[in-house]
Structures are given as C-alpha cells and as structure tokens.
C-alpha cells in the first residue's frame, strides 16, 4: 500500500497528473498509515453508497411490495447496503419460495411462513456476508427459535444481577446473540424462527428438500400448539 501510494504521489508531483483512486477502504488492513498518507496525498474523497431502494426492481425484477420491504428494512438494520448481497439473498429466496407455495397449508399460513423464511434469508445472510461464520458465530442463535422484541440489555443486566455478577459501573460485554437480536429481532413485527435447512442453503450452497418440509412441518405443528 506504502509503495502504490507513494508511486501515485510521484506521478502527481513529478508529472503533474490528476488520479482519480477507486478502493475499498474496509479492506486495507494498515488503516494507521493508509489515513496518514491519505492526509497528505488526497485532496477529495467520494463515498459511493448505492441506493438499494432505487436499485431493487431493477436488480430483482420484483414489484412485491411486501418481500421488498422485508428485504430493504433489514439491510438498513444491518447498515449493509451491498449489492452482491442483495442478490445473494434474492438468488436464494427464488430457492425457497416455490417450496412454499408446494406446502398443504392455508392461505394464512402460507403467507406467514412466506414472511419468516424470508426474513431469516435476509438476517442470516447480512452477517454471513458482513463476518463469515467462523467459529459457527452466527450459529450461536440455532438454540433459539423465537424473538419477541427483546430488550437484551435489560435481559443480560437482570440476569448477571440475579447472579450477583453485575456491576453497574462496568459495561456488559454484548455477544453476536445479543447484537443480532437487538439489531434485527427487537421490534420486528415478525417473530423470528431458525431453519436448518435454509442455513444450509446460505452456507453450503445446497438444498435438502426432505429437511426443508420437516422444518417447515416443525413450524406448522409448533403453530397449531399456540
């Protein structure tokens, strides 16, 4: 990075040049001395943010206002606004949409269940792109099926009070499980619900059918109980 730099400031000075530089600046690892060369270096920055919301149609082909909004608002939650994950999780979804209109369920259940794989897709495949799973990090959710609008701050406090392990003048370390529930889960009118086999899909990259219609009749009967 030091030698690009400094060969792009030789032909600036030297040759009298304008660069235009076009980078990632997520990406570079040395941001101490990448900033302190920038200072010196470059005049102007551009951010380019895409605008998803005017991208959308175009890139899905898609005017359902509903999968629209479920996809767009939790990509803000994220604060990702990546095209290439916007396809990824468009891709998937033609995947698992068709499954769900094969299932012998009501109309009513069909549009709920439409609206929970959907917005696991959207949830799950922000932060694949966003961290990886290494370690299984985004898996520390699987244990957990549901969300309810949670305030995991509250949660986490209580319980380390009930434990006599808090200490008000310290903070509570905030693990992905809370991150993730107080990004995407609190006050999300659609409750949360983990598929095995949609995880798989995202991850992988293959479909289990046979897994899908159990996790998807695990859904039904857990819903027939409430």
Same mark, same amino acid.
């Given at each position: 990075?030091?030698? =690009?730099? &400094? ?11 304008? +660069? +235009?530089? *076009? &980078?990632?600046?997520?990406? *570079? ?8 060369? @920038?200072?010196?270096? *470059?005049?102007?920055? =551009? ?10 149609? !175009? ?7 509903? /999968? ?20 990824? *999780? ?6 698992? #949409?068709?499954?769900?209109?094969? !299932? ?12 929970? %794989? ?6 799950? %495949? ?11 990090? +985004?898996?520390? +959710? @699987? ?9 995991? /701050? ?11 392990? %808090?200490?008000?003048?310290?903070? =509570? ?27 798989? !899909?995202? =991850?992988?990259? %293959? ?10 009749? /695990?859904?039904?009967?857990?819903? #027939?109980?409430?």
């Amino acid at each position: 990075m030091t030698n =690009v730099l &400094g060969f792009i400031n030789f032909i600036s000075e030297h040759e009298n040049q304008k +660069i +235009i530089i *076009i &980078g990632n600046e997520d990406e *570079i690892n040395d941001k101490g001395d990448y900033h302190k060369i @920038k200072e010196k270096l *470059i005049r102007y920055t =551009v951010q380019f943010v895409p605008d998803i919301n005017k991208l959308f149609d !175009l890139i899905t082909g898609s005017s359902l206002d509903d /999968e629209k909004s479920i996809i767009l608002k939790n990509l803000e939650k994220g604060d990702h606004y990546n095209l290439r994950t916007l396809r990824f *999780i468009w891709d998937n979804w033609q995947i698992i #949409k068709p499954k769900i209109s094969q !299932l012998n369920i009501s109309d009513e259940m069909r549009s709920e269940i439409v609206r929970k %794989a959907l917005f696991f897709i959207v949830c799950y %495949a922000i932060e694949l792109k966003k961290k990886g799973n290494k370690d299984g990090l +985004i898996d520390t +959710i @699987k244990d957990v099926t549901v969300f309810d609008g949670l305030d995991f /701050e509250t949660s986490n406090f209580l319980e380390n009070l009930e434990n006599n392990e %808090a200490n008000v003048n310290e903070p =509570v370390n905030e693990t992905f499980r809370d991150y993730f529930g107080k990004t995407y889960l609190s006050g999300s009118e659609i409750l949360y619900n983990y598929f095995d086999s949609i995880r798989d !899909l995202l =991850v992988k990259g %293959a479909l289990n059918d046979q897994r899908l219609k159990k996790d998807f009749d /695990e859904w039904n009967e857990e819903k #027939k109980t409430i």
